[in-house]
């Protein structure tokens, strides 16, 4: 546990150093990038690296490390549609959640979502549709559901000269697996973020899960800030923030802190 705190705070320090020497960009580059971050069907490709600190997991107040790799890759569907395939992989690094003195590392369940939008903005609205895919890829029992899911997939947006506001939701239903109960599950996520001149924005947003099955709710507010800069030629946004969790789920953490690095790479 000792280690994996040490790991936290080394993690933090390079962040801060990341900062501190990176080259800022405060050109209208910067701004537009920014804006495309806060728009996930943007026609941008980018590779975001998520890094989340969950502290006091569960009944046993485990400590637990997941790195979402989230590679974004939009595909222009003739003139008038785009079709954004958005993946999450997750690395997971815990210690006494399962069980006191018990830890466990290894890959989660990846989730395969594509959306299909249409290229031209009326308004400021942006929306797309399409489906998500939750394959049982964990390399231990204790980091995957071990069902195969699937369902819709859908997010409505707003962008209104620095303000970007919307929603994201899903639904899935487990068809296979050798897991224990189906899952029968939906995702809301409501956002707002407000992107500066500058390339730097903050971002209001909520994550939260319904089990209709298990009669289980679990969610989490969080609030983070976001710089767009460089390191050389290559464009990156790096940001983070706390994490503040609700809902009946015995096994939501306390607190957490989000740290992110996101590979930009603009056309």
Do not use: C
């Amino acid at each position: 546990m000792r280690k994996l705190r040490y790991k936290v705070l080394f993690f933090g320090l390079l962040v801060v150093s990341a900062f501190s020497n990176a080259q800022e960009k405060t050109s209208a580059s910067a701004e537009e990038l920014a804006k495309q971050l806060a728009n996930p069907v943007a026609a941008l490709i980018s590779v975001p690296l998520q890094n989340n600190f969950e502290f006091g997991v569960g009944p046993f107040d485990g400590f637990k490390y997941n790195l979402n790799i989230q590679p974004v890759i939009p595909v222009s569907l003739g003139e008038n549609w785009n079709m954004i395939s958005r993946t999450i992989v997750p690395v997971i690094s815990q210690s006494d959640v399962t069980a006191r003195g018990n830890s466990e590392t290894g890959l989660g369940d990846v989730a395969q979502s594509l959306y299909f939008s249409p290229k031209e903005v009326q308004n400021g609205l942006v929306w797309g549709v399409g489906p998500i895919l939750l394959i049982p890829t964990a390399t231990n029992d204790a980091l995957g559901m071990k069902k195969w899911t699937i369902g819709p997939n859908a997010l409505l947006l707003k962008i209104k000269g620095q303000w970007t506001y919307g929603a994201l939701v899903n639904h899935m239903w487990s068809y296979a697996g050798t897991g224990t109960g189906d899952i029968n599950a939906t995702f809301f996520q409501p956002f707002v973020t407000y992107a500066t001149k500058t390339g730097s924005s903050v971002t209001v947003a909520s994550e939260n899960t319904q089990s209709w099955n298990f009669d289980i709710f679990g969610g989490f507010a969080g609030v983070y800030y976001s710089k767009v800069t460089s390191f050389g030629n290559q464009m990156v946004q790096l940001g983070g923030g706390p994490k503040f969790y609700y809902g009946n789920n015995p096994m939501n953490p306390k607190w957490g802190i989000r740290a992110n690095l996101i590979l930009l790479f603009p056309k």
